[in-house]
T-cell receptor
Protein backbone atom coordinates (compact mmCIF):
# COMPACT_ATOMS: atom_id res chain seq x y z
CA UNK A 1 0.00 0.00 0.00
CA UNK A 2 1.02 3.56 -0.59
CA UNK A 3 0.72 6.56 1.71
CA UNK A 4 1.91 10.14 1.94
CA UNK A 5 2.50 12.19 5.06
CA UNK A 6 2.95 15.95 4.98
CA UNK A 7 4.36 16.74 8.37
CA UNK A 8 3.04 20.29 8.64
CA UNK A 9 -0.53 21.28 7.91
CA UNK A 10 0.46 24.95 7.93
CA UNK A 11 3.78 26.76 7.45
CA UNK A 12 4.29 30.49 7.84
CA UNK A 13 7.46 32.27 6.63
CA UNK A 14 8.53 35.85 6.12
CA UNK A 15 9.04 37.13 2.60
CA UNK A 16 12.63 36.56 1.51
CA UNK A 17 13.30 33.71 3.96
CA UNK A 18 13.70 30.01 3.03
CA UNK A 19 10.77 27.66 2.62
CA UNK A 20 10.78 24.01 3.72
CA UNK A 21 7.70 21.82 3.20
CA UNK A 22 8.16 18.26 4.41
CA UNK A 23 6.88 15.07 2.80
CA UNK A 24 7.41 11.44 3.72
CA UNK A 25 6.02 8.55 1.74
CA UNK A 26 5.50 4.83 2.01
CA UNK A 27 5.33 2.58 -1.04
CA UNK A 28 5.74 -1.11 -1.78
CA UNK A 29 7.17 -0.20 -5.18
CA UNK A 30 9.53 2.40 -6.58
CA UNK A 31 7.28 5.43 -6.83
CA UNK A 32 7.19 8.55 -8.90
CA UNK A 33 6.91 11.59 -6.65
CA UNK A 34 5.39 14.98 -7.39
CA UNK A 35 4.71 18.33 -5.79
CA UNK A 36 1.63 20.21 -6.95
CA UNK A 37 0.51 23.69 -5.93
CA UNK A 38 -3.06 24.94 -5.65
CA UNK A 39 -3.67 28.66 -5.46
CA UNK A 40 -7.05 29.83 -4.12
CA UNK A 41 -9.78 29.33 -6.71
CA UNK A 42 -7.26 28.06 -9.23
CA UNK A 43 -6.43 24.63 -10.58
CA UNK A 44 -3.65 22.33 -9.46
CA UNK A 45 -0.31 23.00 -11.13
CA UNK A 46 2.78 20.79 -11.23
CA UNK A 47 5.81 22.25 -9.44
CA UNK A 48 8.23 19.37 -10.02
CA UNK A 49 8.53 15.60 -10.23
CA UNK A 50 10.97 12.79 -9.44
CA UNK A 51 11.02 9.78 -11.75
CA UNK A 52 14.18 7.83 -10.75
CA UNK A 53 16.67 10.06 -12.52
CA UNK A 54 18.53 12.76 -10.55
CA UNK A 55 17.66 12.78 -6.85
CA UNK A 56 17.73 16.59 -6.70
CA UNK A 57 14.88 17.89 -8.81
CA UNK A 58 14.43 21.49 -9.89
CA UNK A 59 11.00 22.86 -10.59
CA UNK A 60 9.26 26.06 -11.52
CA UNK A 61 9.44 29.35 -9.62
CA UNK A 62 12.71 28.46 -7.87
CA UNK A 63 11.41 25.39 -6.04
CA UNK A 64 13.41 22.20 -5.73
CA UNK A 65 13.10 18.88 -3.92
CA UNK A 66 15.48 16.11 -2.96
CA UNK A 67 14.54 12.45 -3.07
CA UNK A 68 16.09 10.53 -0.17
CA UNK A 69 15.28 6.84 -0.43
CA UNK A 70 16.85 5.93 2.91
CA UNK A 71 14.62 8.46 4.66
CA UNK A 72 11.63 7.93 2.34
CA UNK A 73 11.40 11.70 2.07
CA UNK A 74 10.80 14.21 -0.69
CA UNK A 75 10.96 17.62 0.97
CA UNK A 76 10.24 20.79 -1.02
CA UNK A 77 12.47 23.85 -0.60
CA UNK A 78 12.88 27.35 -1.93
CA UNK A 79 15.72 29.70 -0.93
CA UNK A 80 13.63 32.86 -0.74
CA UNK A 81 9.86 33.06 -0.33
CA UNK A 82 7.78 35.45 -2.40
CA UNK A 83 4.30 36.70 -1.59
CA UNK A 84 2.97 34.89 -4.65
CA UNK A 85 4.09 31.55 -3.13
CA UNK A 86 1.21 31.63 -0.64
CA UNK A 87 -0.89 28.59 -1.59
CA UNK A 88 -1.70 24.97 -0.73
CA UNK A 89 1.02 22.45 -1.59
CA UNK A 90 0.45 18.74 -2.15
CA UNK A 91 3.00 15.92 -2.19
CA UNK A 92 1.91 13.06 -4.47
CA UNK A 93 2.97 9.42 -4.86
CA UNK A 94 2.23 7.53 -8.06
CA UNK A 95 2.91 3.84 -8.71
CA UNK A 96 2.34 1.60 -11.69
CA UNK A 97 2.18 -1.90 -10.36
CA UNK A 98 -1.15 -1.67 -8.64
CA UNK A 99 -4.47 -0.92 -10.24
CA UNK A 100 -5.87 0.32 -6.93
CA UNK A 101 -4.89 3.59 -5.29
CA UNK A 102 -2.46 4.38 -8.07
CA UNK A 103 -2.15 8.02 -7.16
CA UNK A 104 -2.05 9.23 -3.56
CA UNK A 105 -2.16 12.89 -2.58
CA UNK A 106 -0.93 14.03 0.80
CA UNK A 107 -3.27 16.11 3.00
CA UNK A 108 -1.59 19.33 1.94
CA UNK A 109 0.47 22.07 3.55
CA UNK A 110 -0.86 25.61 3.55
CA UNK A 111 1.97 28.12 3.07
CA UNK A 112 1.55 31.68 4.31
CA UNK A 113 4.08 34.37 3.41
CA UNK A 114 4.29 37.36 5.73
CA UNK A 115 5.37 40.67 4.19
CA UNK B 1 -4.05 25.52 -26.67
CA UNK B 2 -7.09 24.71 -24.56
CA UNK B 3 -6.43 23.10 -21.23
CA UNK B 4 -8.56 20.49 -19.53
CA UNK B 5 -12.17 21.58 -19.49
CA UNK B 6 -14.91 20.40 -17.15
CA UNK B 7 -18.64 20.93 -17.09
CA UNK B 8 -20.65 22.06 -15.34
CA UNK B 9 -18.66 24.39 -13.07
CA UNK B 10 -21.18 24.19 -10.25
CA UNK B 11 -24.02 21.81 -9.48
CA UNK B 12 -26.61 21.49 -6.72
CA UNK B 13 -28.39 18.17 -6.21
CA UNK B 14 -30.49 16.55 -3.50
CA UNK B 15 -29.83 13.29 -1.72
CA UNK B 16 -30.66 10.20 -3.75
CA UNK B 17 -30.28 11.92 -7.10
CA UNK B 18 -27.85 11.03 -9.83
CA UNK B 19 -25.18 13.30 -11.33
CA UNK B 20 -23.00 13.21 -14.45
CA UNK B 21 -19.82 15.26 -14.68
CA UNK B 22 -17.96 15.76 -17.92
CA UNK B 23 -14.32 16.27 -18.83
CA UNK B 24 -12.47 17.05 -22.05
CA UNK B 25 -8.73 16.36 -21.96
CA UNK B 26 -5.97 18.35 -23.57
CA UNK B 27 -5.75 17.57 -27.27
CA UNK B 28 -3.51 14.54 -27.80
CA UNK B 29 -3.86 13.25 -24.25
CA UNK B 30 -5.24 9.72 -24.05
CA UNK B 31 -5.57 9.29 -20.29
CA UNK B 32 -8.11 10.87 -17.97
CA UNK B 33 -8.22 10.60 -14.20
CA UNK B 34 -10.90 11.70 -11.74
CA UNK B 35 -10.39 12.98 -8.20
CA UNK B 36 -12.63 14.04 -5.33
CA UNK B 37 -11.44 16.94 -3.18
CA UNK B 38 -13.39 17.53 0.00
CA UNK B 39 -12.94 21.00 1.50
CA UNK B 40 -9.71 21.23 3.45
CA UNK B 41 -8.31 17.91 2.21
CA UNK B 42 -6.09 16.66 -0.58
CA UNK B 43 -7.63 15.21 -3.74
CA UNK B 44 -8.57 11.52 -3.56
CA UNK B 45 -8.07 9.33 -6.62
CA UNK B 46 -11.29 7.86 -8.00
CA UNK B 47 -10.53 6.45 -11.47
CA UNK B 48 -8.01 6.46 -14.27
CA UNK B 49 -8.98 5.65 -17.85
CA UNK B 50 -6.72 5.08 -20.82
CA UNK B 51 -7.85 4.22 -24.33
CA UNK B 52 -11.40 3.70 -22.99
CA UNK B 53 -10.28 1.12 -20.45
CA UNK B 54 -10.15 1.46 -16.68
CA UNK B 55 -6.52 1.46 -15.58
CA UNK B 56 -6.90 2.38 -11.94
CA UNK B 57 -9.49 2.68 -9.22
CA UNK B 58 -9.49 4.27 -5.80
CA UNK B 59 -11.39 3.27 -2.69
CA UNK B 60 -14.83 4.51 -3.67
CA UNK B 61 -18.18 2.69 -3.59
CA UNK B 62 -19.85 1.24 -6.67
CA UNK B 63 -22.13 4.28 -6.78
CA UNK B 64 -19.22 5.93 -8.58
CA UNK B 65 -18.63 4.93 -12.19
CA UNK B 66 -16.93 6.44 -15.19
CA UNK B 67 -16.30 5.91 -18.85
CA UNK B 68 -14.09 7.27 -21.59
CA UNK B 69 -15.24 7.92 -25.12
CA UNK B 70 -13.43 7.40 -28.46
CA UNK B 71 -12.50 11.10 -28.50
CA UNK B 72 -10.89 10.58 -25.04
CA UNK B 73 -13.41 12.74 -23.21
CA UNK B 74 -14.81 11.24 -20.05
CA UNK B 75 -17.85 11.17 -17.80
CA UNK B 76 -18.02 10.54 -14.07
CA UNK B 77 -21.36 9.28 -12.79
CA UNK B 78 -22.46 9.19 -9.18
CA UNK B 79 -25.70 7.46 -8.21
CA UNK B 80 -27.77 7.74 -5.04
CA UNK B 81 -26.03 10.92 -3.92
CA UNK B 82 -25.18 11.34 -0.25
CA UNK B 83 -24.46 14.53 1.64
CA UNK B 84 -20.84 13.37 1.92
CA UNK B 85 -20.47 13.45 -1.86
CA UNK B 86 -20.37 17.25 -1.69
CA UNK B 87 -16.92 18.14 -2.98
CA UNK B 88 -14.85 19.56 -5.80
CA UNK B 89 -14.47 16.94 -8.53
CA UNK B 90 -11.27 17.30 -10.51
CA UNK B 91 -10.41 15.83 -13.85
CA UNK B 92 -6.82 15.47 -14.98
CA UNK B 93 -5.40 14.42 -18.32
CA UNK B 94 -2.03 13.00 -19.34
CA UNK B 95 -0.47 11.72 -22.54
CA UNK B 96 -0.32 8.12 -21.39
CA UNK B 97 -1.15 6.23 -18.19
CA UNK B 98 2.36 5.85 -16.82
CA UNK B 99 2.99 6.76 -13.16
CA UNK B 100 5.67 9.30 -14.07
CA UNK B 101 3.35 11.25 -16.33
CA UNK B 102 2.55 14.82 -15.45
CA UNK B 103 -1.17 15.27 -14.94
CA UNK B 104 -2.85 18.49 -16.08
CA UNK B 105 -5.83 19.41 -13.98
CA UNK B 106 -9.04 21.10 -14.95
CA UNK B 107 -10.74 23.77 -12.82
CA UNK B 108 -13.14 21.23 -11.32
CA UNK B 109 -16.87 20.84 -10.83
CA UNK B 110 -18.15 21.91 -7.43
CA UNK B 111 -20.98 19.62 -6.35
CA UNK B 112 -23.25 20.45 -3.46
CA UNK B 113 -25.65 17.78 -2.22
CA UNK B 114 -28.54 18.99 -0.06
Amino acid sequence: AQSVTQLDSHVSVSEGTPVLLRCNYSSSYSPSLFWYVQHPNKGLQLLLKYTSAATLVKGINGFEAEFKKSETSFHLTKPSAHMSDAAEYFCVVSVMKTSYDKVIFGPGTSLSVIP
Amino acid sequence: DAGVTQSPTHLIKTRGQHVTLRCSPISGHKSVSWYQQVLGQGPQFIFQYYEKEERGRGNFPDRFSARQFPNYSSELNVNALLLGDSALYLCASSLLAQPEETQYFGPGTRLLVL
